[in-house]
């Protein structure tokens, strides 16, 4: 058991005074156990030396009847011996060592007292209190060794200290408890009253006091107050009563709470009876902000009201921080002001215990765009349209923080032109793009056609490299003839891109043209031509003109004997009756009808050979590209009677001209 109380020995069982010639004693208490041993502790009217003291403790373990013999730091002296084993009888062995000691020229008696006061750094240690808030709680002290014996309290290891002021007088009771269920063994000791704090460490001694009861025994409560202590439990529960007669107001009471079983846990304060209240106002109220906050915003600190009218609030933190007021705040907050803010208050002479609250100030994010655009484009910088050189600055919302957005905005002359589509007829295989750039080099595009063409099959081009200046697109199959748009995206070698629309219609092919004859031009109906189509509206075109009222589904010329034009070029625009879309067909190169004169064969190879049949005189040969240009001449016979094809793939009109003076066209395609 770890606790024995003290039980007042009567006079009869151990003698009060010893007359020694060295030291003299008076019996201060006694307890005797039923195994015949008795603890007596006793004062000396000398201070013995340290030297002393450790002699007299290795000599007194070679006595049979001595079990134990302790010094403290004051004149007290504890010793446990067999029941017959007197004062008196100690008192004896003690001068007998001591006639030993005097022989050897060491320090007997020490001429410095005790020190009566507490350490600084224990003044410093003590917090402020109060009984009245029962929000108020504190965390235990572990792993810190303690003073021994104090007062009634047998141990004082991992010490807390704490002070009350009086603000009502009177009696009161205070209940110190564990607010952890199932933890810690506190004891306490209190002193008091004192006028000030700053009095009470000057008096307070950490000194044990044998006669000193728990107040948990019978008439423990009522041996107190005892000298300056107010009141002492060493008992094994979680909480403990504090007990005050008779307070006035301004008096100051330390109190220290001690943890038995090293446990950590919360402590609390709470007044359970009598008419004495203790001041709350030396206890500094919580602090806190408005953290975390960003970058340039404003800081708010903020302290709980004191209960006392006239508090001073001191405000101490980062890069210099101070403030005298209860809310201070900082505007335009920066990193610099980030850290650990410190709340004091000090009211009617009383300085409150410190608090503390972090802040965190996040820093704002930076970015910075480089924009280059061609001249008379528009830049969307958030909400504002740029056209002309420039720097902006904008505060773009965040998540956590904003960012600052820093736009370098520059224009530079960049035009496109002549990005037109070649001639798309619907039996291509490609469409080509052809342009041409006044300022710069094309170096990559992308392509994002309209909903029209992506449902005909068309797909968007990621970014591509140019090679040369042209851009070839391959044509969905069987892409219906139609009006489509494609937005080219360009980037230039000197870092500008542009966007550009690009309008191009696919055409009818030309094979939905038939010739009948030389005088009549037919477009196929839906049994004859590829897509299907239905026809009602129709126009006639030559090289580009209409032909005025021809609106039939064919072009006749020979009601007065004339005949095609051989050198021209035709084309229909009928009207699809499905949707109503009017589009024209590519033209269509004729010739004069030969039953006798063909080309074979007409889809060839590039560089492969034709031969003319039927041909029974010199004739020439005349290739030109879809463009009209010409490509080739060349002089053939009944006997040489055939001529190489193109060596690029494409569409190209031959026109064979006899020696006696017929011409004749055929088309033919170069895989």
Not at 36 to 42: A, E, K
Not at 89 to 106: G, H, M, P
Not at 334 to 358: F, M, R, S
């Amino acid at each position: 058991m770890r606790r024995f109380f003290m039980i007042f020995c009567a006079l009869v069982l151990c003698f009060q005074t010893g007359i020694i010639a060295q030291i003299s004693a008076t019996l201060d208490a006694e307890k005797t156990y039923d195994n015949g041993t008795r603890i007596c502790y006793f004062t000396t009217d000398k201070l013995l030396s340290e030297q002393a003291k450790d002699f007299l403790q290795q000599q007194a373990v070679q006595n049979k009847n001595i079990l134990r013999l302790s010094f403290y730091e004051d004149k007290t002296v504890m010793f446990e011996a067999v029941t017959d084993f007197t004062l008196d009888s100690v008192v004896n062995v003690i001068n007998d060592k001591l006639k030993i000691l005097s022989t050897r020229e060491v320090e007997i008696f020490s001429n410095t007292p005790p020190p009566r006061s507490l350490p600084q750094n224990i003044c410093d240690q003590i917090k402020p209190s109060c009984s009245d808030n029962t929000d108020e709680t504190y965390w235990s002290v572990k792993d810190q060794p303690g003073y021994g014996k104090v007062a009634c309290a047998n141990e004082t290891k991992n010490p807390a200290w704490f002070y009350i002021q009086i603000d009502n007088p009177g009696d009161m009771e205070i209940l110190m408890k564990s607010v952890n269920v199932g933890k810690g063994d506190i004891d306490f000791v209190c002193w008091g009253p004192f006028n000030s704090k700053s009095e009470a460490c000057e008096q307070i001694e950490l000194v044990a006091c044998p006669t000193c009861p728990n107040n948990t025994q019978p008439g423990g409560t009522s041996f107190y107050p005892h000298d300056k202590i107010t009141d002492c439990s060493y008992s094994g529960n979680s909480y403990e009563t504090l007990h005050i007669k008779n307070a006035q107001k301004g008096q100051t009471y330390v109190i220290l709470i001690t943890n038995f079983e090293n446990q950590i846990f919360q402590i609390n304060f709470h007044k359970i009876s009598g008419e004495a209240t203790t001041d709350c106002s030396i206890i500094t109220p919580p602090a806190s902000s408005n953290s975390p906050v960003c970058e340039g915003e404003t800081l708010e600190l903020y302290a709980k009201t004191s209960d006392t009218p006239n508090a001073v609030y001191n405000w101490s933190g980062p890069n210099g921080f101070t403030s005298n007021e209860q809310h201070p705040v900082i505007e335009n907050a920066t990193p610099a002001n980030a850290g650990t803010y410190t709340l004091v208050i000090t009211a009617d002479g009383l300085t409150g215990d410190p608090k503390t609250t972090d802040v965190v100030i996040n820093p704002l994010n930076y970015r910075t765009d480089n924009i280059v655009r061609c001249k008379g484009e528009t830049y969307n910088f958030y909400g504002e349209q740029i056209t002309e050189d420039c720097t902006r600055e904008k505060r773009v919302p965040g998540t956590v923080c904003d960012t600052i957005v820093t736009l370098n905005f520059k224009t530079e002359i960049c035009n496109i032109i002549n990005f037109t589509p070649e001639e798309i007829c619907a039996d291509y295989d490609k469409m080509t793009v052809l342009f041409d750039i006044s300022n710069g080099t094309l170096t990559d595009y992308t392509a994002t056609f309209d909903n029209n063409a992506i449902v005909e099959g068309f797909e968007n081009i990621e970014k591509t490299a140019v090679d040369g200046n042209t851009i070839e697109i391959t044509l969905p199959k069987d892409v219906k003839p139609n009006y489509y748009s494609v937005t080219f995206e360009c980037w230039f070698d000197r870092g500008l891109n542009q966007k550009i629309d690009v309008s191009f219609d696919v055409l009818y092919p030309s094979s939905i043209i038939t010739q009948r004859w030389n005088d009549v031009l037919a477009l196929k109906n839906e049994k004859f031509n590829e897509g299907d189509y239905q026809f009602t509206n129709y126009e006639w075109y030559k090289n580009d003109e209409i032909i005025p009222n021809e609106n039939k589904s064919y072009l006749y010329v020979g009601a007065n004997g004339d005949m095609l034009d051989f050198n021209a070029v035709y084309r229909a625009r009928p009207t699809r009756l499905d949707d109503n879309v009017q589009i024209f067909t590519c033209g269509a190169v004729i010739g004069q009808v030969d039953a006798f004169l063909t080309l074979h064969p007409q889809l060839v190879q590039a560089g492969q050979q034709i031969v003319v049949k039927n041909i029974t005189q010199p004739s020439k040969i005349s290739v030109f590209n879809i463009l009209g240009l010409p490509v080739g001449e060349y002089k053939i016979s009944q006997y040489a009677n055939s001529f190489s094809a193109p060596p690029i793939a494409g569409t190209y009109s031959v026109i064979v001209e006899t020696e006696n003076g017929k011409r004749y066209v055929e088309k033919i395609l170069i895989q």
